[in-house]
């Protein structure tokens, strides 16, 4: 079974302060504008950073368009400044249980632990690192906020790279694969895609606003449980 892990609000609570900053200087770097003071007031809950940077950046009055044309740029810089902003060590900032549950389900040939995310992938990879629960995920696997800014489009790009690492090739099957996140944007791509999907109530959504998974968690405690009765 497939495990697509969300980062913010599942696996990290409140950790993403400096990941906010490095997504605004970015914008202020490669469109040399000044920070908009309602930055802030923009969604962010399961959104991709692509997404999100875009809405950030028709407030300080840059139509969208000219984001396409430097999407690149701002992902590269991003992550740049995000590397310079990172704290040392987020693991105050780890999801109750999220350490131990990682630790457990990592060590289970039947499951391989991945990531979904709207994080641009170097953001994500350097926030759980800091956090230190990396290990799990291997390198180049994983669908993120740097490869398209519709967060449906990433269970089927983790899935894609996950067959090529663990399938022979072919891709995951969805029906083999479960989202496991805290918004209904989490829910809403895992439906896109036909994989399962397990909702935590540890970001900004309660279990009643998550009702719409298959399992929905109060925290990722009994996410082993959770895991069994959907295989
Ligand atoms: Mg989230």
Redesign the pocket.
């Known amino acids: 079974m497939l495990l697509l892990f969300?980062?913010?609000?599942?696996l990290l609570i409140k950790g993403a302060d400096a990941h906010a900053a490095a997504v605004v200087a970015a914008l202020c770097e490669v469109w040399e504008v000044e920070p908009p003071q309602r930055a802030h007031g923009v969604e962010a809950?399961?959104r991709t950073d692509q997404a999100i940077a875009r809405d950030i950046l028709e407030l300080a009055g840059v139509p969208a368009e000219q984001f396409e044309a430097r999407r690149d740029d701002f992902i590269v810089a991003a992550a740049s400044h995000y590397e310079r902003l990172v704290p040392d060590n987020l693991s105050d900032r780890l999801a109750p249980h999220a350490a131990e549950v990682l630790a457990q389900l990592s060590e289970q040939t039947r499951y391989r632990c991945s990531l979904v995310?709207?994080n641009i992938q170097q953001v994500a990879r350097l926030k759980l690192g800091a956090a230190g629960i990396l290990y799990p995920f291997a390198e180049g696997q994983g669908g993120f906020g740097s490869d398209s800014d519709d967060r449906n489009d990433l269970p089927p790009i983790a899935r894609m790279r996950a067959g090529q690492l663990w399938n022979g090739g072919d891709a995951w099957p969805a029906e083999g694969t479960v989202v496991i996140?805290?918004?209904p944007r989490?829910i809403a791509c895992a439906r896109a895609d036909g994989a399962l999907v397990v909702a935590v109530a540890t970001?900004p959504f309660s279990a009643d606003q998550l009702s719409d998974a298959d399992v929905v968690l109060e925290d990722l405690r009994e996410l082993d449980v959770a895991l069994d009765s959907l295989s």
């Open positions: 969300d980062i913010d609000g599942t809950a399961g995310t709207g996140g805290d918004t989490d970001g």
